[in-house]
Structures are given as structure tokens and as C-alpha cells.
């Protein structure tokens, strides 16, 4: 009774991408709810009270099915015209992954493709893996990309163990490799923005190897990227090279630049609207085990999971608290007019040496806007939103 509510108040003004997924997180919420008041699983087992439970319990949930039709009439405004097209690239990295997660759980964002670069990931293993996660959560219509398993020049590279725990998908138990709805990045990102009948919003995470690439064998995409978010890079903060290789005499860089600082270079130089959340930003948000449980308890399947992998992670390396890089960076992308961007006119330091994939403020160079001063309170609360299903 209750779904068919939902059904039919919402399915004839949602658009229907929206309306599944809103109908997933809503019926999740109304199982929670109908779960507590199932009998003998009412953590107040005794009779006297289950027979207060009970009634009041209907009552709770046919308020709560009330409440829960008014956001779906609100959901309404999300449609093709005011969510936000945004193609995704990573190199399949963890937080990269919890990203991808909250913009999945996220109505305002529509994700067009997901694609791997290389980095952290083998990104063709990679992929395969992320594909058959897109399928187990009926989202394997969004295809897949997966790009070169090398910088456009030079070597750098993660260290070996960290691609190998890549490799293992972070741990997560999954289902079948799916191989299908996989492309070539490059071709599945000239594609994409291509067919796109607005400016899609390019969210980078990992090295700028796809894009760059994508860039020299069609510069036309330009034109019809909006804006590019990217997690990268240091400004005033210190590098974190050698905080996955100790000893190294690079204090300046951070990973997603050094690996490939000729294609970030590159982006950097093609005169696309850039976004920035360097380490400045994302060293400021911490997130820890009452993150994660909030995540879970009040979430979608992708809250859920994305609550596994950071409780996963932080248990293997005894930690109590973890930064999230890529998140923060997709929340503050979620609601980037809420938050505070400075212009730097800025280059890429590609000759080798300590300061390879350094950031360098550069008077006269292109212009990036750069969020060094995120508004930590808002990012929590737009990711744990988006996790718990709630329409902004
Ligand atoms: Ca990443």
C-alpha cells in the first residue's frame, strides 16, 4: 500500500532516473521503520509495552509514508533541466570510490559516465570490477570507461602496494566481473560530452591523463565541458609525496599531480574553467566512526557501502580518523556556490625534481579558482544528505 502511495504521487512528475532512485532510498527508510515495529524485534520486547509498540507504530509509520510524500512532491524539482550532467574520472582510489558514491546517492547530480585513469588503479582491472558494482546496484546503464595504464610522459608511480590494494577493489567482496557497458576512456569521454545537449560538469580525481588525452584527440570537447572540479595539488599547504614514500625529497606535490604532471599541465593550460580542492582544502575535514555509522544508519546501499570501505579502511590501519580527499571534493562540487573559491593564476612544475607536480603561483599564468577555505560544517552535511537519500 505504502509503495504504491509513493508510486503514484510522484510517478508522474519525477523524471524517472530520479524517481527510482528516490523510490529506493524512500521504501528503505519506511522498511527501517516497519522493521522496528515487527513483532519480537522490538529491542522492548515486553508485552505491555509491544502492545503499545504496535499501535503507536502504525500510527509512526502511516505518519512517517505523510511525511515522506512531501519530499517526493519536493523531489519533483530536480529534473533533466536543474540536475547537474557530470562525468567522472578516477584512478581508482578509495576516497575516489566514496566519491563516486555520494554522486550516485546525490538526485541533483546525474552521472553520465564513469571512467578510470591511471594512478592508484590498473585502471582496465579496475573497471571491470567497478562495472559489476554498477550492475549490482541497478546502475549499469551509466557506462564505464577505463584509460592507459601510464602518464603521458614520464614514470611516476604509486607505490606498489597501494595498486595492489586497488587491485582487490578495496577489499569489497563482489559478484561476476561484469565486462559489459566497458569502454575505452578516451573514446566513452569524447562521446559523452559530445551527445550531452548541455555543458557537462567534468569532476577529475585521480592523474589528468584521460582528460588531457581526450583533449588532444578532440579539442572540440572543450566546448562542451561547463566546468572541471579537480582534487589535486597543494597551494600553500605541504605535498604528500612522501607520505606514501617516506624519505622522498618531494615536499611540495600531491599524488594526483605528480603521477602525470604533464597531462595536468596540460588541462591546466587548455583554458577550461577550472575548480580546484587542493590538499589546503581537504586537509581541513576530517572524518571519523560517527561519520560512517550516520552514513549507514540513515542511508541509501550507497551510503551503506561507502560506510563498509571507510570503516575497512580505518580498521587496517588502526586509525581513528581519515581524511577523504575526493569526497570532500565532490561535496564542495555539489554546492560549489555555497563555498569560497580564490582566483590564483597558477602552473605546473613538469622538469624533473623535488618540485615535479608542484603547483606554483605564477603571476600571468591561466586562472583556476581554488577552494583553500571549505566550509567544513557544509560538506558533512551535503554528504550525509545525499547518503541519506534527502533531495537539497
Ligand atoms: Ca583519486
Not at 508485552?47 to 503507536?56: I, S, T, V
Request: one cysteine or more; hydrophobic letters at 45%.
Amino acid at each position: 500500500m505504502v509503495p504504491g502511495l509513493l508510486f503514484l504521487c510522484s510517478a508522474s512528475v519525477m523524471p524517472e532516473r530520479n524517481t527510482v532512485r528516490m523510490h529506493r532510498m524512500l521504501l528503505g527508510r519506511i522498511q527501517r521503520n516497519l522493521r522496528k515495529y515487527l513483532p519480537g524485534r522490538n529491542p522492548r520486547s515486553m508485552p505491555e509495552k509491544r502492545m503499545f509498540a504496535r499501535p503507536f507504530g502504525i500510527l509512526f509509520v502511516v505518519t512517517t509514508a505523510a511525511m515522506l510524500t512531501a519530499p517526493c512532491r519536493a523531489a519533483a524539482q530536480p529534473s533533466p533541466a536543474s540536475s547537474m550532467p557530470v562525468l567522472y574520472d578516477d584512478d581508482g582510489s578509495l576516497d575516489g570510490l566514496v566519491a563516486l558514491l555520494f554522486m550516485l546517492a546525490d538526485p541533483e547530480i546525474d552521472v553520465r559516465a564513469v571512467c578510470i585513469s591511471y594512478g592508484e588503479a590498473h585502471p582496465e582491472m579496475y573497471a571491470t570490477k567497478l562495472s559489476g558494482l554498477m550492475h549490482s546496484l541497478n546502475l549499469g546503464h551509466i557506462p564505464v570507461g577505463f584509460g592507459r595504464d601510464t602518464p603521458l610522459e614520464g614514470n611516476n608511480a604509486f607505490p606498489s602496494w597501494l595498486r595492489d590494494l586497488s587491485d582487490s577493489f578495496w577489499g569489497m567482496p563482489t559478484g561476476p566481473d561484469s565486462a559489459s557497458n566497458i569502454h575505452e576512456a578516451v573514446e566513452l569521454i569524447c562521446r559523452t560530452l559530445n551527445n550531452s545537449a548541455r555543458p557537462v560538469t567534468v569532476f577529475v580525481s585521480g592523474a589528468s591523463t584521460n582528460i588531457a588525452e581526450a583533449l588532444r584527440r578532440d579539442p572540440g570537447i572543450a566546448g562542451r565541458i561547463g566546468r572541471v572540479f579537480m582534487m589535486g595539488g597543494a597551494i600553500r599547504a605541504p605535498g604528500n609525496i612522501d607520505k606514501l614514500v617516506p624519505g622522498a625529497d618531494n615536499r611540495v606535490a600531491e599524488w594526483n599531480i605528480y603521477v602525470d604532471p604533464h597531462a595536468a599541465a596540460e588541462v591546466f593550460a587548455s583554458g577550461l574553467d577550472i575548480f580546484l580542492v587542493p590538499l589546503d582544502a581537504t586537509n581541513k575535514v576530517l572524518f571519523d566512526r560517527r561519520d560512517f555509522h550516520a552514513w549507514r544508519e540513515h542511508g541509501t546501499k550507497m551510503g551503506e557501502i561507502a560506510a563498509d570501505r571507510m570503516e575497512w579502511s580505518i580498521d587496517r590501519r588502526s586509525a581513528g580518523k581519515t581524511y577523504i580527499w575526493d569526497l570532500v571534493a565532490a561535496a564542495i562540487m555539489a554546492r560549489s556556490g555555497e563555498h569560497s573559491f580564490e582566483m590564483l593564476e597558477v602552473e605546473v612544475v613538469t622538469s624533473k625534481g623535488a618540485l615535479q607536480g608542484q603547483i606554483r603561483v605564477h603571476p600571468g599564468a591561466r586562472g583556476i579558482h581554488s577552494c583553500v577555505d571549505p566550509d567544513v560544517e557544509l560538506i558533512k552535511k551535503t554528504v550525509l544528505e545525499a547518503f541519506s537519500g534527502i533531495p537539497e
